[in-house]
């Protein structure tokens, strides 16, 4: 499996919780964006191995007009072979879209949106800095339907500043009511530097505690289990058969090549980082240069750890006869966190691993390092 990420760095404007590499976008940049664009592909050309997934991230990919989104399609079929049911998705947030161009996207090849919601009310939605209203979120995915999309995503965010429970009940009963094939569900974790936490650390809000924070996700959890959504990874849900593709290529540890500004991929046991600063990217691509600034060679102990990680975010969780590859006996070597873990029933042994427990979801980070040395 390949999978290919796809970075465009351009936004309306940059929302309040946003660690994103993106910048508010300016036309001479985003020329310029995407002619570095077109020889960093250059620069990875390889027509022997099959492209399976493609994924448009951001920023907001959907900012881009539809002559440029066409050039980076038909520059990643000069570049690339992509398998003929590769599944290629592309974030949008409403207030970028209209069904001409969204009848265009789907005419040229994009099969999966991911339209970025985050919550239904208007105080909320104004106060972490989207652009955009519910009845404009709405209007786009209606439109979306209309020319043939049958794969959406709708990503919401939950534990916001002000926001009640009674406010997330009915912003996923309201998505629901769509009938979306997958919903990505995130509770608000505040990234230094950005706008939230500095208004934070300014004390202009409070954030809802921990037992709020629980309470919020076992409900999304069992609200959207009785819908018809599985969840499949810690904040991921999904109808059946249309579980993200490109994301479990991420879980299972998976090659894939990262593109544009801030981007990262993970070829060949090597994990890099593109340069994030647009002059930057620029300037080593004028050299010819791949625009990386950053990359390492990972390590047996480094692919274990992370292969125990990205496998228990996952609710099918850890099979044991994976780790033979590297040469180790799971349950031996990790013999006392196991036992500690099934005694505080924060994971339970499957037919063929681990998984985490309810319990294990809730404070997944904690038990993450109980296995990195």
């Not at 406010?167 to 094939?181: A, F, G, I, R, Y």
């Amino acid at each position: 499996m390949l999978g290919l990420y796809i970075h465009i760095p351009f936004c309306v404007k940059k929302c309040k919780y946003c660690d994103f590499n993106s910048y508010k976008i300016v036309k001479s940049e985003k020329d310029r964006f995407l002619s570095d664009l077109k020889k960093e592909m250059s620069l990875y050309k390889n027509k022997d191995r099959k492209i399976n997934s493609i994924f448009f991230g951001g920023g907001t990919p959907s900012i881009l007009d539809n002559k440029d989104i066409k050039m980076i399609m038909q520059e990643i079929e000069n570049n690339f072979y992509i398998d003929k049911d590769a599944e290629i998705s592309m974030e949008c947030n409403p207030g970028t879209l209209n069904e001409d161009k969204l009848r265009f996207m789907k005419s040229i090849g994009i099969n999966r949106l991911s339209i970025g919601l985050q919550a239904l009310q208007k105080d909320l939605l104004n106060f972490i800095g989207r652009i955009h209203t519910y009845e404009e979120f709405e209007k786009n995915y209606i439109q979306a339907r209309k020319v043939g999309f049958e794969n959406i995503n709708i990503d919401l965010m939950y534990n916001l500043p002000n926001q009640t429970f009674q406010d997330w009940k009915e912003t996923l009963q309201k998505v629901v009511d769509l009938n979306p094939e997958h919903i990505s569900a995130y509770s608000l974790i505040l990234e230094e530097g950005t706008k939230l936490y500095d208004m934070y650390m300014n004390k202009e809000f409070e954030m809802g505690d921990e037992d709020e924070d629980i309470k919020m996700y076992e409900y999304t959890i069992n609200y959207l289990k009785s819908k018809g959504y599985n969840q499949y990874e810690i904040s991921n849900y999904a109808k059946d058969t249309y579980e993200c593709k490109h994301n479990i290529l991420y879980w299972k540890c998976k090659n894939y090549i990262g593109l544009g500004p801030g981007a990262s991929g993970y070829i060949n046991n090597v994990r890099y980082n593109n340069e994030r600063s647009l002059d930057s990217y620029h300037d080593k691509l004028s050299k010819n240069q791949k625009p990386i600034e950053f990359f390492e060679e990972l390590t047996l102990k480094d692919k274990i750890e992370e292969k125990i990680i990205m496998g228990l975010r996952m609710n099918e969780g850890i099979i044991f006869k994976d780790f033979e590859e590297f040469g180790i006996d799971f349950e031996s070597k990790y013999k006392e966190q196991l036992n500690k873990q099934i005694e505080l029933g924060l994971i339970i042994k499957t037919n063929k691993g681990i998984k985490l427990t309810q319990r294990g979801r809730e404070i997944s980070n904690s038990i993450f390092l109980d296995y990195i040395d």
